[in-house]
């Protein structure tokens, strides 16, 4: 059974920096793609960064771009998020997710386990003025 386990995030303040992990285990073969999403209260769960697993290349939400860094080691099944400059509008739950369908639009919030995306369980990130 494919389960991602998140660790990082906490608390900081506006302009400094956290990183995120995100471990995958109970899979034997790689993911097309893995992403960061984030949901804050009140708010839908949206894409913050994706990384194809094949090539390596990423994709950003417009929000984050130049401030976040999505990285993967494969050797250690492990996925990362460095972000940097943060804001206090960041402020969010933090979830990480594996998708194992080709093609699959990496950056979408939706997709179930039933359907080949696994999500990790949330961390929360909180980024004050």
């Known amino acids: 059974q494919v389960q991602l386990v998140e660790s990082g995030g906490g608390s900081a303040q506006a302009g400094g920096s956290l990183s995120l992990s995100c471990e995958v285990t109970?899979?034997?073969?790689?993911?097309?793609?893995m992403g960061w999403f984030r949901q804050a209260p009140e708010k839908e769960r949206e894409g913050v960064a994706a990384?194809?697993?094949?090539?390596?290349?990423?994709d950003y939400a417009d929000s984050v771009k130049g401030r976040f860094t999505i990285s993967q080691d494969n050797a250690k099944n492990t996925l990362y998020l460095q972000m940097n400059s943060l804001k206090p509008e960041d402020t969010a739950m933090y979830y990480c997710?594996?998708?194992?369908?080709?093609?699959?639009?990496?950056?979408?919030?939706?997709?179930?386990?039933?359907?080949?995306?696994?999500w990790g369980q949330g961390t929360q990130v909180t980024v004050s003025s």
């Open positions: 997710a594996a998708d194992y369908r080709a093609g699959a639009r990496c950056l979408s919030p939706h997709g179930l386990p039933t359907q080949g995306r696994y």
């Open positions: 109970g899979v034997t073969y790689s993911s097309y793609c």
């Open positions: 990384i194809y697993t094949g090539g390596g290349s990423t």
